[in-house]
Nanobody, 117 residues
Framework: QVQLVESGGGLVQPGGSLRLSCAAS????????MSWYRQAPGKERELVAV????????SYADSVKGRFTISRDNAKNTVYLQMDSLKPEDTAVYYC??????????WGQGTQVTVSS
């Protein structure tokens, strides 16, 4: 059974940091591109960061470049999102996604991040 379980969300003040984790099971993690998305209230889900499986390349939304860092540990089947210099507009539910060409994509249940003073 495929599972993606996010953790690490919470309430943080502006300028603070959080580290999200997404633990995967039930599929060959190392073969999948891993991404983080977020969805704020009343807005569409948006892509935040991607970590490619084979090349190891990373990419980021312009809104988070220089502040967020995506990384993965294939030995632990886990992808991370280090979020620094957080802003109120980063408030959202954050989801991880596993994707591979010609395969089913998998989503986690999400973790809430609230940036507020």
């Amino acid at each position: 059974q495929v599972q993606l379980v996010e953790s690490g969300g919470g309430l943080v003040q502006p300028g603070g940091s959080l580290r999200l984790s997404c633990a995967a099971s039930g599929f060959t993690f190392s073969l999948y591109d891993m991404s983080w998305y977020r969805q704020a209230p009343g807005k569409e889900r948006e892509l935040v960061a991607v970590h490619a499986s084979i090349s190891g390349r990373t990419s980021y939304a312009d809104s988070v470049k220089g502040r967020f860092t995506i990384s993965r540990d294939n030995a632990k089947n886990t992808v991370y999102l280090q979020m620094d210099s957080l802003k109120p507009e980063d408030t959202a539910v954050y989801y991880c996604k596993a994707w591979r060409l010609l395969s089913t994509e998998y989503w986690g249940q999400g973790t809430q991040v609230t940036v507020s003073s």
